[in-house]
């Protein structure tokens, strides 16, 4: 019995499974890089905090931010209170107005 020739692809099928395979392994280096970049921005410490903040007398805090050498604290009777992130000493006292 003679065997029946292999059919042959067309150009279009080839071109198509080229497209597939490159496109999925193209995927698999995406998943890869944004599983490293996942890794390494997770595994930063992130901002330190200062461990204690003395307030004056009867401020409550409702918000806090911190810059390169300052941290700040909004106070609940709307005072901003900058701080030297050094030596905790109080730096600066802002009194927030609200637009009119």
């Known amino acids: 019995m003679t065997k029946a020739p292999e059919p042959v692809e067309p150009a279009n ?3 198509l499974r080229l497209l597939v395979t490159t496109l999925t392994a193209i995927m698999i280096v995406g998943v890869l890089v944004v599983i490293a970049l996942l890794v390494t921005r997770l595994r930063d410490t992130g901002p330190s905090l200062p461990a204690e903040i ?3 007398d009867g401020a409550r805090a409702t918000a806090f ?3 390169q050498d300052w941290y700040a ?3 609940e009777d709307n005072r901003l209170l900058v701080f030297n992130r050094t030596s ?3 730096v600066q006292e802002v009194a927030i107005t609200a637009p009119k």
């Open 13 to 15: 099928l080839k071109f």
């Open 54 to 56: 003395t307030l004056p």
């Open 65 to 67: 931010t911190q810059g």
């Open 88 to 90: 905790g000493a109080l």
């Open 73 to 75: 604290v909004v106070t």
